[in-house]
């Protein structure tokens, strides 16, 4: 199964906590300034271009604290769509 890992970043991947949490599967679109939403469509017309099986699209603030390689191909074989949800901790 082909999964494509994408995020947008303002600035550089290297100063994202997405990247900063192991997530080096990820491909990152730097110094981003187009809306998000364009810029998931576009990874999006990609994943179909490139008949990708699997597409995740992620935020660049977000931590990612377990293994992907091994759930998210898991949870594509079974569902059609995905929508991960993020919680934040603010203490």
């Known amino acids: 199964m082909s999964t494509f890992y994408f995020s947008a970043t303002k600035g550089q991947k290297e100063d994202t906590l997405l990247y900063k949490s192991g997530s080096e599967d990820f491909f990152f679109k730097e110094n981003n300034t187009t809306p ?5 469509n576009k990874a999006i017309d990609f994943a179909i271009k490139e008949n990708v099986d699997c ?3 992620c935020h660049d603030d977000v931590i990612i604290e377990s293994n992907l390689d091994v759930k998210i191909p898991e949870l594509c074989n079974r569902f059609t769509c995905l929508v991960l949800l993020v919680q934040l901790n603010v203490n």
């Open 55 to 57: 597409l995740v699209l």
């Open 36 to 40: 998000i939403a364009k810029v998931y």
